[in-house]
T-cell receptor, first 114, second 112 residues
Framework: NAGVTQTPKFQVLKTGQSMTLQCAQDMNHNSMYWYRQDPGMGLRLIYYSASEGTTDKGEVPNGYNVSRLNKREFSLRLESAAPSQTSVYFC?????????????FGQGTRLTVV | DQQVKQNSPSLSVQEGRISILNCDYTNSMFDYFLWYKKYPAEGPTFLISISSIKDKNEDGRFTVFLNKSAKHLSLHIVPSQPGDSAVYFCAASASGTYKYIFGTGTRLKVLA
């Protein structure tokens, strides 16, 4: 019963460094999402993948790239980290789209950029 | 431009009383709404949802009400328990899209 698994759980980066956040789901879901959570801002959608082979920008895509590697995996890449990207990142998946079904979330990755 | 708004950042309620959490939205295309609960250091977990063809959905102690004309939904928790203390997010989606848009959250504290 793993559900949605994110790695790593914690990360500290220096400004300008790059890194990839990994996400995998074992529920055979078609759609996957990346959100960031910041105080007072709620959960904001960075990128999403409606189905394998497709990706689309969300509300706050600048500074990020994504890859839908296969049906199970959806990674988020920071090419040149900035302090403004300090946040908690959540990956989620849903069976098919966003209407009539809920999204299942991972435990989050706490990222600090110094 | 915040399409889903939760105007109360926090709420305190006595154990056993009713908790009412509110959410407003601006996009009239939204036709599916969800509530999530989040504990510290955990991911959000789904609580309850409602389709726009309904105005009420109930699941145990949790009831969600939808007022489409006012573009407003609310979550009622009766009776409130200390274990309900968490951050609650409302979310919305529209048919034909594949994304959930979340509000800013309301921190509920249930006092024993």
């Amino acid at each position: 019963n793993a559900g949605v698994t994110q790695t790593p759980k914690f990360q500290v980066l220096k400004t300008g460094q790059s890194m990839t956040l990994q996400c995998a789901q074992d529920m055979n879901h078609n759609s996957m999402y990346w959100y960031r959570q910041d105080p007072g801002m709620g959960l904001r959608l960075i990128y999403y993948s409606a189905s394998e082979g497709t990706t689309d920008k969300g509300e706050v895509p600048n500074g990020y790239n994504v890859s839908r590697l296969n049906k199970r995996e959806f990674s988020l890449r920071l090419e040149s980290a900035a302090p403004s990207q300090t946040s908690v990142y959540f990956c989620a998946s849903s069976p098919q789209g966003a209407v009539g079904t809920e999204a299942f979330f991972g435990q989050g990755t706490r990222l600090t950029v110094v | 431009d915040q399409q889903v708004k939760q105007n109360s950042p926090s709420l305190s309620v006595q154990e056993g009383r009713i908790s009412i959490l509110n959410c407003d939205y601006t996009n009239s295309m939204f036709d599916y709404f969800l509530w999530y609960k989040k504990y510290p250091a955990e991911g959000p977990t789904f609580l309850i949802s409602i389709s726009s063809i309904k105005d009420k959905n109930e699941d145990g102690r949790f009831t969600v009400f939808l007022n489409k004309s006012a573009k407003h939904l609310s979550l009622h928790i009766v009776p409130s328990q200390p274990g309900d203390s968490a951050v609650y997010f409302c979310a919305a989606s529209a048919s034909g899209t594949y994304k959930y848009i979340f509000g800013t959250g309301t921190r509920l504290k249930v006092l024993a």
